[in-house]
């Protein structure tokens, strides 16, 4: 069975500093992608990055940028620069089956950013 | 910016009774989903939607599930009989056929 694990239950960072969370995975498809969502407490699930396995180039957008380690099977997201309103649940997700949107989530990394 | 839509936001009900949660996912997606979140809990998968068909249901999507698009817009799931446990946030989302899934906001199930 597909498996997502976050280790960090509860991270914290001062604002204007970078974060990593870190996410790892367990599957047997080849081709896959690997997401990032965060969840404020509005409860609001908001796309932040995505991963294609097959790309090598690591995913950037704006201030967030992951790490993908395909054979340590590791997906890691960066946040440079935190703002306030990074504070938020963020959940590391796979794709299983032929849709992109048939997702097995982890069970988040709750981020507060301090000022 | 498009937008998945959910109707209602807050749905209390008795346990035993129906209930219909309905979305409206973006206009020119063609792949349709619900995900349920217990609160304090991951999100978790309940069924994928293409073609006007069932394409993946998880194991917690069992006959007391089922979803519907009744139109050219609207994309339902109903639970029947609810349980104390169907206590949760019911998310949908929708997707085209290469892109990632978008979010909406949620409607969150109280069962009393």
């Known amino acids: 069975a597909q498996t997502v694990t976050q280790s960090q239950p509860e991270m914290s960072v001062q604002e204007a500093e970078t974060v990593t969370l870190s996410c790892t995975y367990d599957?047997?498809?080849?081709?896959?992608?690997l997401f990032w969502y965060k969840q404020p407490p509005s409860r609001q699930m908001i796309l932040v990055i995505r991963?294609?396995?097959?790309?090598?180039q690591n995913a950037t957008e704006n201030r967030f940028s992951v790490n993908f380690q395909k054979a340590a099977k590791s997906f890691s997201l960066k946040i440079s620069d935190s703002q306030l309103g990074d504070t938020a649940m963020y959940f590391c997700?796979?794709?299983?089956?032929?849709?992109?949107?048939?997702?097995?989530f982890g069970k988040g990394t709750k981020l507060s950013v301090k000022p | 910016e498009p937008e998945v839509t959910q109707t209602p936001s807050h749905q209390v009900t008795q346990m035993g009774q129906e209930v219909i949660l309905r979305c409206v996912p973006i206009?020119?997606?063609?792949?349709f989903y619900w995900y349920r979140q217990i609160l304090g809990q991951k999100v978790e998968f309940l069924v994928s939607?293409?073609?006007?068909?069932?394409?993946?249901k998880s194991e917690i999507f069992d006959d007391q599930f089922s979803v519907e698009r009744p139109d050219g817009s609207n994309f339902t799931l109903k639970i029947r009989s609810t349980k104390l446990e169907d206590s949760a946030m019911y998310f949908c989302?929708?997707?085209?056929?290469?892109?990632?899934?978008?979010f909406g906001p949620g409607t969150r199930l109280t069962v009393t």
């Open positions: 939607f293409y073609n006007n068909e069932i394409s993946e």
């Open positions: 599957t047997s498809e080849s081709n896959y992608y």
């Open positions: 991963q294609e396995a097959y790309k090598q």
């Open positions: 206009s020119n997606h063609l792949y």
């Open positions: 989302a929708s997707s085209p056929v290469m892109g990632s899934p978008i």
């Open positions: 997700a796979q794709n299983y089956g032929g849709s992109q949107g048939n997702l097995i």
